[in-house]
């Protein structure tokens, strides 16, 4: 499976940005699909995660402004994020997991300047 992430970049405090990460590869199932980030210094950690039925969880500090959604014909998952802060700056990594394995994208850099 491999991963390719669009749509990081720098953006003021309060705007939006939209992440995207598309899979390919051929004979796996995708289960949860989900967007870690990693900011400098700093332990990666889990912003959002949908399973394959919809179900989503997100780390307190996004809850209520960003929104993860997926769709599985194209083995796609999004990242809507509004109301950005400083804080958010980081890399951001899209993670899928198979019944068997967990693959990670190459990251794309989010820079929410004050």
């Known amino acids: 499976v491999q991963l390719q992430a669009f749509g990081g970049g720098l953006v003021q405090a309060g705007g939006s940005l939209t992440l995207s990460c598309a899979a390919s590869?051929?004979?796996?199932?995708?289960?949860?699909m989900g967007w870690y980030r990693q900011a400098p210094g700093e332990q990666r950690e889990l912003v959002a995660l949908?399973?394959?039925?919809?179900?989503?969880n997100y780390a307190d500090s996004v809850k209520g402004r960003f929104t993860i959604s997926r769709d599985n014909a194209k083995n796609t998952v999004y990242l809507q994020m509004n109301s950005l802060k400083p804080e958010d700056t980081a890399v951001y990594y899209c993670?899928?997991?198979?019944?068997?394995?967990?693959?990670w994208g190459q990251g794309t850099e989010l820079t929410v300047s004050s």
């Open positions: 949908i399973t394959r039925g919809g179900s989503t």
């Open positions: 993670n899928v997991r198979t019944l068997y394995s967990s693959y």
């Open positions: 590869g051929s004979g796996f199932n995708i289960n949860a």
